[in-house]
């Protein structure tokens, strides 16, 4: 690692430098997330909130499946697109088809909407994944990047975020 | 100060070049030399030293990236204080060598140096490559040696993506080297 190059060493000292500036606009930031909450609270425990933090969840939850005990038989390479839902009691995986699903689009949905704040404790959530067909694993729970694009595998991961409406709903679209 | 005026007081051999480098430069390189000799003392000394190293070496030296020169001779200086030492102690830098080594074959050898110059350049094509958060964590990593904690805070991800990030570059990093023959 000594004869790496002088920018790439910049560049990974500078990336610090600018975050360092950030703690100002965080405090002005919480700060008026806070008289936000303090007008707001009343009416956000109206709504069904835990529904709507794990909304995602919920609405694949209870599709029909086939599970499979091991990675190898995924199928990461087969060209369908599938949701990948860990079995955190038993082990294994839930697979979910999604025959009519394009896997552009949803790399498109992913690149072009954000995770939603993450309000529920990130272990109450199984983890998920969406094998693209092409050996590409995706968790709609993270932003998508080149970073979080997985090979032929179930990355651990801790979740970013929910994922976004536009997301969930294409899914539960093709989930009906 | 900018980088390039610091560079200009070395260059007039003007003393106050150590002391706008140590006020630009002076935790970052103490942290470097502290997580590979876990002392105060040894990274104190091996700070000074690379102050004196730079005042030698420019002119001729012109470095673009100050911070990168300095790192990178405060770096040399601390991994030779440490292998003359032979630490006891497993220090943060030790664990993020064991973790490259699956990766970088280590260069012992004549035929290994000759090497070198291969496996740095493919190492520099390989972190090219890279998306920018990944190529940050990576050489903070490896070759700033810090830990997944502090990368995680400072960088304000979750140690969780900075261990998956780290995971699949070192993977990626080996099938590369695999595929040109330097492991």
């Known amino acids: ?8 060493i910049n ?98 949905i992913m690149s072009e909407n954000h995770v939603k704040p993450l309000e ?3 272990d109450s959530i199984p983890r998920i994944w969406i094998s693209l067909g092409d050996g590409r694993t995706v ?24 994922p976004s409406t536009e997301l969930t709903e294409y899914i539960s679209g093709l989930l009906s | 100060m900018e980088d390039f005026q610091i560079v200009e007081l070395y260059w007039a051999r003007s003393e106050s070049a150590i002391k706008e480098s140590d006020r630009k430069y002076g935790k970052m390189l103490t942290k470097i030399s502290f997580s590979m000799l876990s002392s105060n003392e040894d990274a104190e000394e091996c700070v000074n030293d690379t102050y004196l190293s730079a005042w030698n070496r420019m002119p001729t030296d012109r470095p673009t990236y100050l911070g990168a020169f300095l790192s990178r001779i405060v770096r040399g200086i601390s991994i030779d204080r440490y292998r003359r030492r032979k630490a006891q102690k497993r220090s943060g830098s030790e664990i993020a060598i064991d973790e490259l080594e699956e990766c970088i074959p280590s260069q012992s050898s004549v035929e290994g140096e000759l090497e070198n110059g291969a496996l740095s ?3 520099n094509r390989f972190l090219g490559t890279m998306d920018h958060d990944s190529r940050v ?36 990093l080996y099938n590369m080297l695999e595929k040109e023959g330097l492991v």
């Open chain 1, 1 to 8: 690692m000594s004869g790496i190059s002088d920018e790439f």
């Open chain 2, 121 to 123: 350049e493919a190492i």
């Open chain 1, 139 to 162: 968790s709609p729970y993270l932003e998508y990047s080149a970073g979080n694009t997985g090979a032929c595998e179930l990355f651990g991961y801790e979740p970013e975020g929910e």
């Open chain 1, 11 to 108: 560049e990974a000292l500078s990336y610090s430098k600018k975050k360092s500036l950030k703690p100002f606009f965080f405090a002005s930031a919480a700060a008026a997330v806070a008289l936000l909450f303090a007008i707001a609270a009343p009416w956000m425990f109206l709504k069904d909130h835990k529904t709507e933090t794990m909304s995602f969840y919920l609405s694949i939850k209870n599709t029909e499946g086939m599970t499979v005990s091991d990675v190898s038989e995924i199928g990461f390479f087969d060209g369908g697109v599938k949701l990948i839902i860990s079995d955190e009691e038993n082990g294994g995986y839930k697979l979910l088809s999604l025959p009519h699903a394009s896997s552009s689009t949803i790399i498109e």
């Open chain 1, 120 to 122: 529920e404790n990130p």
């Open chain 2, 137 to 172: 964590v990576f050489v903070r990593r490896y070759y700033l040696t810090q830990s997944i904690s502090e990368i995680a805070r400072e960088l304000g991800f979750s140690e969780g993506k900075v261990k998956t990030l780290l995971f699949r570059r070192r993977k990626e």
